[in-house]
């Protein structure tokens, strides 16, 4: 996909659009990190084992942890622990566009016909992707974790508030749990370019270290 096309939005057919919905993702990770785990029986057991999910993949990181056995540690990047929908109407808010997810609205009414078709896309996503992003409860998948979660956002994201990364650390603090690690650079957009650097390797060595 090229960059210019920004992804799946323009730059897919309307095959992979239908196919991309939370659903399909956590189905689709699953089998594939199944299989590598599989694999992995027949060498050294592994001493740590990570799921990592960057911007959206962190909405599906958590309920992921929760269904495959073995999972040492979350990591979370370029996202939050708000319930995506409501990071989304706050963003929007933020950057005054908020009127752009007034068709998110009618999720709660009774579904199209064909959830996947065309006609009823909303911002170039089927509405089955908005409707099965709306039953995501980032928040509540993240509390119900016990193993270590890392988790890093840029101060300046332009496309998760910055207020879902505080959100979460409060809701751990105010449930008296201690394994969220929490990092927040300063001046850092989505994927964690700061003044020109990316701080991504700096985050690596942390999750090393960790």
């Given amino acids: 996909i090229e960059e210019h096309t ?6 897919c057919g309307h095959e992979f659009i239908k196919a991309d919905h939370p659903s399909r993702w956590i189905a689709d990770q699953a089998e594939f990190i199944e299989a590598q785990l599989a694999i992995a029986k027949n060498g050294p057991v592994p001493k740590r084992i990570v799921l990592a999910g960057i911007s ?3 909405d599906i990181v958590p309920i992921l942890a929760q269904r ?3 999972v040492t540690h979350v990591v979370i990047v370029g996202n939050g622990g708000m319930n995506p929908l409501d990071g ?3 963003q929007a808010k933020k950057h005054g566009f908020a009127d752009a997810l007034d068709a998110l609205d009618g999720l709660n009414q009774a579904p199209p016909s064909d959830p996947d078709a065309p006609a009823h896309y909303i911002a170039g996503r089927t509405w089955r992707y908005w409707f099965e992003l709306s039953q995501l409860q980032q928040t509540d998948n993240l509390l119900r974790l016990s193993i270590p979660i890392l988790m890093a956002m ?7 508030p910055i207020e879902s990364a505080w959100h979460i650390r409060d809701r751990f603090i105010s449930r008296g749990k201690d ?3 929490l990092i927040v650079y300063p001046n850092a957009d989505h994927a964690l370019p700061a003044d020109g650097v990316s701080r991504l390797p700096n985050f690596w060595h942390a999750l090393e270290m960790s």
């Fill in 6 to 11: 920004w992804g799946r939005l323009w730059g």
């Fill in 56 to 58: 959206e993949g962190g």
């Fill in 68 to 70: 495959i056995a073995g």
């Fill in 88 to 90: 989304y109407r706050l």
């Fill in 154 to 160: 840029g101060d300046t994201d332009q496309a998760v």
């Fill in 179 to 181: 394994n969220l690690n």
